[in-house]
């Protein structure tokens, strides 16, 4: 089985054997990957109850919760690695989750997608109406995201929680995924802020 | 000819209580004594593997027993888990062996406070020594090496079984594979400690319990253990279960009585609860159960650190909770979950959404059979 492009460039983040959390799990295919591939000792977070059970299945170890609530419970720079896939637009609090996840792992990887990918721009500029995109199919008044931001923003952000970003990749539409350079990552011209759909960013605290 | 009983036999009176092995040698327990002889009387589902490698025990609840997946010798009722337990269910007796025991201090054929203690020639009553969960634990660890057993597929309880299924990872860490606690905690609260108390004053205060030697008086103090029935069933249930089922509905009537007979079909649904449950158990045992259940306490021995409980376990654990559970609410279950993690143990955590209270996982709750039965297949998947 493949794994998506962007949990690809996740996985390739992560070193054999370390041990990782992956909150925001769903169901598991990452985890799994990991722990057949790279022998991590995988753990995950995770809130629906049909992907928790996807996991308990697939023999991973899964707790059923809520990133904004519970990553508080963990101990400081116990995991190796902490993963929040596509998921930090959806929480209550991006700020809070990306301290814990900070303070919780040595290494951070994070993706998202870009509200600042020139397709969103340009179907906003021309409809008037918030842009629906390929990865950002919902109304605005029944979508879970709630906390969109743009590259450059959430640069911002991790730089104002005190973290550098060791390492980035573009996601483009197709789902291909490119090493960028982190400085690129706040021009505003031609730079990954305007021409990529999301993007992945492995953070570690300054 | 045998001599007529000088005292009342036990509930279970000459009904078949399935199979069982009596010890001769004792049993420690934690209060100081020790119990010899001891009876455990179990029933065992589905066929023992030739590398008795697929076997899985199940602790039953306060006011559960070894009838699991079988009629109830007594009620005539079906097996208190059939939806769980069976051919092709989630705890596929197909599949795997399943073993449930009655617990020491029960009262469905295991030494208990209502069999005959052999120095005296007389019931046990309150010369029981009490019982702990770990002592339950002691008792059922016995019995699966008398099977010949050394290490378990799992342990899987619901409530006071969910106790046994976490000290059996504590005390016994190697002798299982899996470990399957459901609507549980680590300790028993001072609200569930207070609803005991109540239920156990409630037999005391029967006349007919005469000092817990109502047997040689030849009387049951079934008003006394109705009553603690009662009381304990509302916790079982949610406050919304009870209102969707139930609300301000008269029973057989057409307007309140203005009298003390029960007018709401709540009060009719509890003494229904109350009046069956004497007809199948013993009031000692019920002072005995829940005493062994308030004493609970897992991280005492380790300071109160949950999670030192747990160090070094190399067993998997899948936590199962509901919603609507206000007797084990979903937080108590999570705390075992985080001190799980807290030593790198193997754990998953479910909350499952329900209205249906803490006898839930009794009822049809689809998740949790898919859990449990996910949980389960992967434990047991590299099985020979």
């Known amino acids: 089985m493949s794994l998506r492009p962007d949990l690809a460039a996740i996985a390739d983040m992560i070193r054999p054997g370390s041990r990782v959390l992956d909150v925001g799990c769903g169901d598991g295919a990452l985890l799994e990957h990991l722990v057949r591939t790279k022998n991590v000792d995988g753990r995950g977070i995770e809130i629906a109850q049909a992907n928790v059970n996807a996991c308990v299945a697939r023999g991973l170890a899964v707790v059923q919760g809520d990133a904004d609530s519970d990553l508080v419970d963990y101990p400081a720079q116990v995991f190796d690695a902490v993963i929040l896939s596509q998921t930090i637009q959806a929480t209550e609090k991006p700020r809070a989750v990306l301290n814990h996840l900070l303070r919780i792992g040595r290494r951070t990887a994070v993706s998202l997608p870009n509200f600042g990918y020139w397709k969103v721009r340009l179907s906003l500029l021309t409809g008037g109406r918030m842009p629906r995109t390929s990865t950002l199919n919902y109304s605005w008044s029944e979508t879970p995201n709630i906390h969109l931001c743009t590259l450059a923003d959430f640069v911002d952000l991790t730089r104002e929680c005190g973290a550098t970003t060791v390492e980035a990749h573009a996601l483009s539409d197709k789902g291909t995924t490119t090493r960028i350079n982190p400085a690129r990552l706040t021009d505003n011209y031609m730079g990954p802020n305007l021409t990529a759909q999301g993007a992945i960013f492995l953070l570690k605290k300054s | ?384």
């Not at chain 2, 617990?103 to 208990?112: D, L, N, Q, R």
């Not at chain 2, 339950?136 to 019995?143: H, P, S, T, W």
């Not at chain 2, 099977?147 to 190697?174: H, T």
């Not at chain 2, 400690?193 to 109502?214: K, L, N, S, T």
């Open chain 2, 1 to 384: 000819m045998t001599e007529a009983p000088r005292f009342l036999r036990p509930v279970t009176g000459t009904a078949n209580v399935g199979m069982a092995v009596t010890f001769d040698t004792p049993l420690a327990l934690d209060c100081g004594r020790s119990l010899a002889p001891f009876t455990a009387a179990y029933m065992t589902y589905g066929t023992l593997n030739a590398s008795k490698s697929n076997a899985i025990l199940i602790c039953h609840a306060l006011t559960g027993d070894q009838f699991v997946a079988s009629e109830h010798p007594l009620t005539g009722k079906p097996g208190w888990w059939i939806t769980m337990v069976g051919p092709g269910k989630p705890i596929d007796t197909d599949r795997f062996f399943v073993i449930c025991a009655n617990v020491i201090g029960g009262c469905m054929g295991s030494t208990g406070p209502a069999e005959i203690d052999p120095s005296t020639q007389q019931p046990y009553g309150l010369h029981f020594p009490l019982v702990t969960i770990r002592d339950m634990v002691r008792a059922q660890k016995r019995l699966v090496e008398h099977l010949g057993i050394e290490k378990l597929l799992a342990v899987v309880g619901g409530s006071m079984g969910g106790m046994q299924a976490l000290q059996w990872a504590a005390s016994y860490p190697d002798c299982l594979r899996a470990v399957v606690p459901i609507a549980c905690a680590a300790r028993h609260s001072a609200q569930n400690i207070a609803f005991h108390e109540v239920g156990r004053q409630a037999i005391m205060a029967d006349p007919d319990w005469r000092g817990g030697e109502y047997q040689l008086h030849g009387t049951r103090p079934s008003k006394g253990l109705a009553v603690a029935r009662m009381a304990a069933h509302i916790t079982y249930v949610s406050e919304m279960a009870l209102q969707n089922k139930f609300g301000r509905a008269l029973q057989n009537r057409e307007a309140l009585s203005f009298q003390f007979t029960p007018d709401f079909q709540i009060e009719s649904y509890l003494h229904h609860q109350g009046a069956s449950f004497v007809d199948r158990f013993d009031a000692n045992s019920y002072l005995y159960i829940t005493r062994a259940m308030d004493y609970f306490d897992l991280a005492e021995e380790h300071g109160g650190l949950l999670s030192e409980v747990f160090r070094v376990n190399a067993a998997r654990f899948c936590i199962v909770s509901f919603s609507s559970d206000w007797l084990f609410p979903p937080v108590e279950n999570k705390r075992i979950a985080h001190a799980l993690n807290a030593v790198a143990a193997q754990v998953s955590f479910v909350e499952i959404h329900s209205d249906k209270g803490h006898d839930a996982f009794l009822l049809d709750e689809p998740e949790m059979f898919a859990t449990v039965r996910g949980f389960l297949n992967h434990a047991a998947s590299d099985l020979t």
